[in-house]
């Protein structure tokens, strides 16, 4: 009898210590859920501000601006789920974002021209910005994709977008040219021209009523003829020098072997 009660006890003990390891492991699979999403929700914050931040050095309309905080409110919501003893600092800063969200919302919708924007100087400005358009548009159709934005601005918006990264890519390849001529690269210089004049046809032929590529298609043509023209007087110098060369060793005295 007492040898039944005791193994009764240490079966008891076993199923107890069995069921307390495995609520243990549930919590703690619990948090490092808790954490990973937190986190998860978090990146999405950091990503999006990091965007807005730089929203000044381009043309950016109002609604592109709605849809980013919107994104930034709905993070924030998530991340007060998750965020235990922060989640007073998250909601704080979801209704300030809210605010923000619902004062755009009630403002005239505003789109600056594109025409208007203009490459930055610095080199590393310039790949901040492209860095920058490029997350803008994943974020803009991930945000689609969850039917956040209506499609009627997600393709006004993406389009913006394309022509902002086609004024860049062009602007770049043309500024980039100029740079090689004037260091009288002019190999170089006509093959960066010729390839920014493929990418201007080729668009062209989509949209034929885009002043910007006319625009710059006469500039590239213009530049082209200029490299061309700046080559052809380089040339006979190179020639000349060639030909006096030749005469040097021409008439110069003969080695007795």
């Given amino acids: 009898m007492i040898f039944t009660l005791v193994l009764i006890s ?3 003990l076993l199923l107890l210590v069995i069921g307390i390891n495995v609520i243990q492991q549930q919590k703690e699979r619990a948090e490092a859920e808790r954490r990973t999403e937190l986190a998860r929700q978090r990146a999405i914050i950091d990503e999006t501000e ?14 592109l601006v709605q849809v980013l905080y919107k994104r930034v409110e709905d993070a924030l919501g998530l991340a007060v789920n998750y965020a235990a003893n922060q989640a007073g600092d998250y909601q704080r800063r ?13 403002s005239p919708k505003q789109a600056p021209s594109i025409e208007s924007f203009r490459l930055p100087d610095n080199d590393k400005q310039i790949l901040t910005l492209v860095q ?4 803008l548009k994943a974020i803009l159709r991930a945000e689609h994709n969850k039917g956040k934005v209506d499609p009627g601005i997600f393709a006004e918006e993406e389009g913006r977008i394309d022509s902002l990264q086609l004024r860049i890519n062009v602007d770049s390849m043309l500024s980039r040219a ?10 170089s210089s006509k093959q960066m021209v010729t ?4 990418t201007l046809h080729a668009i062209k032929a989509q949209t034929p009523n885009d002043p910007f590529i006319a625009k ?42």
């Fill in 10 to 12: 240490i079966g008891a």
């Fill in 50 to 63: 990091e965007v807005l931040s730089h929203t000044g050095m381009f043309p950016c309309s109002s609604q």
């Fill in 94 to 106: 979801q209704a300030d974002i809210g605010a923000q969200v619902k004062n755009l919302a009630a």
């Fill in 132 to 135: 920058v358009l490029k997350k």
């Fill in 178 to 187: 100029r740079a090689a001529c004037f260091m009288k690269q002019y190999g």
């Fill in 195 to 198: 390839k920014a004049l493929s």
């Fill in 216 to 257: 710059k298609v006469d500039e590239a043509k213009a530049m082209l003829d200029e490299i061309m023209g700046e080559q052809k007087l380089a040339s006979p110098v190179v020639k000349q020098v060639k030909e006096e060369e030749d005469i040097d060793v021409l008439f110069q005295p003969k080695k007795k072997w």
